[in-house]
């Protein structure tokens, strides 16, 4: 199971940090992503990272803002963003799969219920 936490309301130009808790299995083996989808559109590439933490991805739109890392001593994975704009508003899920092709959905097997993102302009 994998829980979100940390969304919110923020102003244009804030921060905020996501995590992601894995419980009731191990996923430190796991490359973890982050994806968002807003209303009307479709999910998302936001983010993702290796199980050894050697490798990120990062989309263009958050690339300079978003910062994914893990901790696999705690089975939690974390996002900080910084510099929100509106259009980083969108529900934020976080993914657990494996290597090939991290930007791709169908690559996870493992999703959280995502946590709500609103940037206010």
């Known amino acids: 199971q994998l829980v979100e936490s940390g969304g919110g309301l923020v102003q244009t130009g804030g921060s905020l940090r996501l995590s992601c808790a894995a419980s009731g299995r191990t996923f430190t083996s796991y490359t973890m992503g982050w994806f968002r989808q807003a209303p009307g559109k479709e999910r998302e590439f936001v983010t993702s990272?290796?199980?050894?933490?050697?490798?990120?991805i990062y989309a263009d739109s958050v690339k300079g803002r978003f910062t994914i890392s893990r901790d696999n001593a705690k089975n939690t994975v974390y996002l900080q963003m910084n510099s929100l704009k509106p259009e980083d508003t969108a529900l934020y899920y976080c993914a657990a799969g494996g290597t090939l092709l991290p930007t791709n959905p169908n690559n996870y097997a493992y999703w959280g219920q995502g946590t709500q993102v609103t940037v206010s302009s």
């Open positions: 990272i290796t199980w050894s933490g050697s490798t990120t």
